[in-house]
């Protein structure tokens, strides 16, 4: 399959054959990660810095939309990183065609803009985060971990805005009459601030099937589905009062 979008994409040579009968240790498993930006020296320079950390490795690297969204499918990587403006395909509409294909896939959306409207985009869309490209490398590294464990990552520059946007459809009296337990509060609380299902789990000493029941209980009261919604009412709540 590869062969014939050869021009649009690359696979590391260096990317692991996983055994079957041998899966790696969860210890010394690095987390493969797809990486979509249409410039090459851009690319190159993220690939650089991403392969310098241990626990990550870069698998594959597509220079447009459709190509990102093939390469996905086939691969199935622990976590794509999305250009916002790509051709062909731009980045919502390539993280929406994933997510629907696949939707355990981790997206973090990786871009120059720096407008609420885009950040927006992108994760109601289905990215679990959206980071700047002018970040430093710490921040970048950062933003890759807390979103393929599952958690969401807004650039702090951004997060403030959110601040001003109500969920489209609902208004502040509209929250405010949604009744949560307390467990289900605080499920939400710790989701929009960031946090994997596994360190809820520790946080909370629930098991991570009685925590998803509580996630899926709560976000069906609240009427969200993307995490822009969900980070949006977490902030007009006042619980991201530090945003």
Known sequence: MVSHVSSHFSVSEAAPRKPV????????????????????????GLKAMLSAEPDL?????????????????A???????????LPSVNGAEATRQIKLARPGLFVLALSVH????????????GAGGYALKRS??????RAVRIVAAGGTYIDPSLAGQLLRVVPRGRSPARLAVVSLSERETEVVKLLAEGLTMKEMAQQL????????TYRARALEKLELK???ELVRYAIQCGWLAQY
């Open 57 to 73: 490795h870069v698998v594959a690297e597509a220079d447009n939309g459709s190509a990102a969204v093939e390469l996905a499918v």
């Open 136 to 141: 430093a490398c710490e921040e970048l590294v």
């Open 226 to 228: 993307t995490r822009a």
């Open 21 to 44: 009968s041998a899966p790696q240790p969860a210890a010394e498993r690095r987390l493969r990660l797809l990486l979509v930006d249409d410039h090459p020296v851009l690319r190159a």
């Open 205 to 212: 000493s629930l098991s991570p099937r009685t925590l998803e």
């Open 114 to 125: 720096e407008e609420l409207s885009f950040a927006r985009m992108l994760l109601d869309a």
């Open 75 to 85: 691969l199935v990587p622990d976590l794509i990183l999305m250009d916002v403006t």
